[in-house]
C-alpha cells in the first residue's frame, strides 16, 4: 500500500524508527523502510552488524550514511545475527533501489520474538504512523 509517496508492504513488521521485519521460518529478515531511506536521499555507506553479534530490541546494530545525514539501524528484535547482506558494503545505494528486497540489510534468530512482536507494528499499524508523521512534515 503507499501512503503518500512511500511503500508500506503488507506482512511485514515495522519499527517507529522506520525498520522493517519479515519472518522467514525461525529467522527474521530486517531493513530499512521506504521512508527512511527517501529521507536519507542517497545512501553512500552502511556499518552492517557482524554476524554472530547479540542484537537487543530497539538497539543500535549499525548505521548508514546518506549524503545528507548519518542515521543508526536499530534492531526490531533481540537475538543473534546470522547473516548480513554482504552486498550492501559495494552497492549500499541497493537500500535506495529496493528497500524491501535487495536491499536488506541482516538476518537475525530471535531469542523473544512473540513477546517483543507486540513492540512492533503491522503494516496498518505503521501505515497510520507514517500519515501522522506526513501530516507534521
Known amino acids: 500500500m503507499k501512503v503518500g ?9 515495522y519499527t517507529k524508527e522506520h525498520e522493517w521485519l519479515k519472518i522467514e521460518g525461525d529467522l527474521c529478515r530486517i531493513g530499512l523502510c521506504d521512508y527512511a531511506q527517501k529521507s536519507l536521499h542517497e545512501i553512500v555507506f552502511v ?3 557482524k554476524v554472530g553479534a547479540k542484537a537487543t530490541q530497539m538497539q ?14 536499530f534492531s526490531p528484535i533481540s537475538g543473534e545475527i546470522v547473516e548480513v547482506n554482504v552486498k ?6 541497493l537500500l535506495n533501489e529496493s528497500p524491501y528486497s ?6 537475525i534468530k530471535p531469542s523473544s520474538l512473540q513477546e517483543e512482536l507486540e513492540n512492533l507494528m503491522d ?10 508523521i506526513i501530516e507534521k512534515e
Do not use: R, T
Not at 88 to 93: A, K, R, S, V
Open 47 to 49: 556499518d552492517l552488524p
Open 88 to 93: 550492501l558494503e559495494n552497492n549500499p545505494e
Open 60 to 73: 543500535s546494530i549499525g548505521s548508514v550514511e546518506s549524503v545528507k545525514a548519518v542515521a543508526e539501524i
Open 123 to 132: 503494516a496498518k499499524g505503521y501505515a497510520e504512523f507514517l500519515k501522522s
Open 102 to 107: 535487495d536491499g536488506w540489510v541482516a538476518l
Open 5 to 13: 509517496e512511500y511503500e508500506v508492504v503488507e506482512g511485514l513488521y
